[in-house]
DNA sequence: CAACACATTGCAACCGTTTACGACTAAAAA
DNA sequence: TTTTTAGTCGTAAACGGTTGCAATGTGTTG
């Protein structure tokens, strides 16, 4: 049972060195003779020694791991932006600690305490919203926090975003020139920053500054049931374009429209937020708004090694550049 | 910058108690009178003091951390059985230490090692293929290991299944049985333990013991891509009924096939062995093979809890079952 | 040859906990 | 009253490293 065969000091013994001197060479520092160096690596080598990431973490208050906050794995979104964000962590030697919180806030802060405890070096937000709880501690604490693909109001905290009114209104903008005038949006999570302080705020401006009555906001759509089902009310109301932000819900609007024998994008134009393979597997394939998922991680996590190193950030605001990609569910 | 504000030795300095008894407090243990215990939750509570994890971790030698290794967060399939994972892991009080080790074997073994340097309680592997040296290093530590949605050929591991050789056949049969005769097999990595020692071998039992003779395996498909241009060789080769081990590589060949006015099922059948959202929405739907994935993950989870906890396994390699599904892409 | 600079190494404190062990107290048993 | 017993608590040694500082040796310079 023993967990630890091999300690530092039996490293030291062997190759009749200090400790001191076998961390040095495990750590690269320089400060030592050529020769030791080799006779320290070879018993290193013979013993199999590795050292221990955990007691180098309490004595030198540095993890190598980063936390990771995030609702769904299973959420495309999310696991695109991870991807990024892994792929630069791993080139940075840092390890992720993942804590996916639901899609409720319900103990967000409990789950942000424990990556604390666990002396995470910095932590990588991506979640939707952040609870006021959470916010405190980030406040508290002096471990670095990067948003990514998401940010608070105040702007409290670096952030690696799109613009997302523009793009709002870019779409928006598309459905208008080509002639639908009964325009919605549907969300998942209406309370979400995304939602809540750009989408909203950017529809709302576009309506007035068209002088376009009838607003329909629809929220809670997050599966592919939920857009399907949804299109019934849709219907109703006449809705002839929509905006959605999740493609999986963009395609049961899409298929449900089909099914029932309304023409896209004749009668029906839609436009998703969100950009998978999804958008392209469902037909008519979707028209966009291409977010550069993957970079967003990645720039958030490079970020977040320069904090962690105590640099300074050029821009603690990135915002990418999105693309509106036109398919064949818009005209 | 200092980053631990409030140590254990200051509530105990401040509760006028030793460190033993607040740990003793901060652990649950019941050796604690009432009166004391309360006095030093107030101190804790009054400083804001929270434990650090890695002293723990050093002290105690459990991190309460369980590794993950896979090979691709933006694979569904890998993502829903982490969710199981996940789900299990939280319930038990335990976080993931993420690893993926992109599409190739390349350093696996580095990424093995490192996350056994963090001294993790347990390991849950999903990657397609343990490699030899990762499998000399499970060996040599006494880390327990899982395997999730895979095995090793020697069943040297716990693992996590289904019958793969048996949902193979039963979708072969499926195929036959409408009279398809000239059937393939589409996957990504041959050399996975799914593909070779079960899937491979399932299609070849079958094809003999029906006397099939055109014997046709693509591999190398991952991508929706990936299919969508397959499906030019699967034309030429006359395949009228494939089965796809990802159901992204099945739409591109429905896709592709519809596009190309191939009728589904009629001239060309198809069924994906993995079933997420996107069976549901590309169009004809697909017949697939239900595997368990959030199941598979949580059972595994729930596994490696028992031997990091020294219990026995009942058993120590769980077949889940699967089901057909059959939909509109088969008759 | 003395003085000094620099490279190399070891000493020992420290990181923040857990936990065996023993001490102490008060109540129960003899 | 004396002895047991059980319940509480403190002491101090780990856990496996890092790192500032001092010590040593070696070569350089005046």
Redesign the pocket.
């Known amino acids: 049972m023993q967990?630890?065969e091999?300690?530092?000091?039996d490293v030291?013994r062997e190759a009749?060195?200090?400790?001191?001197?076998?961390?040095?060479v495990?750590?690269g520092n320089?400060?030592?003779?050529?020769?030791?160096?080799e006779k320290v690596l070879a018993v290193i080598d013979r013993l199999h020694?590795?050292?221990?990431a955990?007691?180098?973490g309490?004595?030198?208050?540095?993890t190598t791991t980063v936390g990771l906050i995030m609702p769904d794995l299973t959420n495309m979104h999310f696991a695109e932006l991870s991807k990024g964000i892994d792929d630069i962590a791993t080139m940075y030697k840092y390890n992720i600690l993942l804590s996916s919180v639901g899609n409720t806030l319900l103990n967000e802060d409990q789950v942000i305490q424990n990556l604390l405890n666990k002396q995470v070096d910095g932590v990588i937000y991506m979640s939707n919203l952040m609870g006021e709880k959470a916010q405190e501690i980030f406040e508290r604490t002096n471990t670095p926090v990067v948003l990514a693909g998401t940010a608070d109001a105040n702007q409290d905290f670096p952030s690696v975003t799109i613009d997302y009114k523009a793009a709002e209104k870019e779409a928006l903008g598309l459905l208008l020139k080509n002639g639908k005038k009964n325009l919605a949006l549907v969300v998942g999570d209406g309370k979400a920053y995304v939602n809540k302080d750009n989408r909203f705020v950017a529809y709302k401006d576009f309506m007035e500054e068209h002088k376009l009555k009838n607003v329909h906001i629809y929220e809670d759509a997050r599966t592919y049931e939920d857009g399907y089902n949804l299109f019934d009310k849709i219907k109703t109301d006449k809705v002839d374009g929509i905006i959605a932000t999740r493609d999986v819900v963009a395609a049961g609007i899409a298929n449900a429209a089909s099914d029932a024998g309304v023409k896209i994008p004749e009668d029906l134009e839609i436009i998703s937020a969100a950009s998978t393979n999804v958008a392209k597997i469902v037909r008519p394939q979707l028209t966009t708004v291409q977010q550069p998922l993957y970079d967003i991680g990645a720039v958030a996590m490079r970020m977040l090694t320069k904090l962690m190193n105590d640099e300074e950030l050029d821009d603690a605001h990135v915002i990418l550049p999105y693309t509106l990609k036109k398919s064949a569910s818009t005209k």
Chains 1, 2 share one sequence.
């Open positions: 967990k630890q091999v300690t530092i000091y030291a009749k060195v200090s400790m001191a001197t076998v961390s040095r495990v750590n320089n400060n030592v003779r050529k020769e030791t160096r020694y590795q050292p221990n955990v007691a180098q309490l004595a030198s208050k540095r």
